[in-house]
């Protein structure tokens, strides 16, 4: 008998705004880095492989939360880019800090994502103290 992996799953996966509204509260205790999907494409699930390895840093674990939301749901909250194609194929993910949007990062791009998080994260205790 095949031994069956157990899957770990980084990402809390949302499915509408209401789901997502605790994440951003102003007194919400982590930053919140929000997948933003497009409907048809589904989430990516080569990142949530990436974010797992990111969570697994003993640094890491407990200051960020990682939702995913399908991306009409979170469109009104997030800055538009006039530039680029609208949200498609790859992953973009928003982080947010105390309720408010601080960065976009788009694909898969993990030392850019962390780079975005340390920064942050700085911002997250400095205005926790």
């Known amino acids: 008998m095949a031994s069956k992996k157990k899957k770990i799953q980084v990402t809390i996966e949302l499915k509408n705004r209401e789901e997502l509204n605790q994440y951003l509260q102003p007194t919400y ?10 409907s ?3 989430r990516c699930e080569v990142a949530e492989i990436m974010l797992k390895k990111f969570q697994e840093e003993p640094a890491n674990a407990n200051k960020v939360d990682w939702v995913s939301i399908p991306y009409d749901q979170i469109a009104d909250i ?3 880019e006039k530039d680029k194609a609208p949200i498609g194929a790859k992953p973009k ?3 947010f800090v105390k309720g408010e949007f601080f960065s976009a990062i788009d694909g898969i791009d993990l030392p850019k994502l962390r780079e ?5 994260y700085a911002k997250f205790e400095e205005t926790t103290t």
């Open 93 to 95: 993910y928003f982080i």
């Open 29 to 38: 205790p982590k930053v919140v880095v929000i997948d933003g999907f497009h």
């Open 78 to 80: 997030v800055p538009k």
């Open 40 to 42: 048809f494409w589904g």
């Open 116 to 120: 975005e998080i340390n920064k942050s």
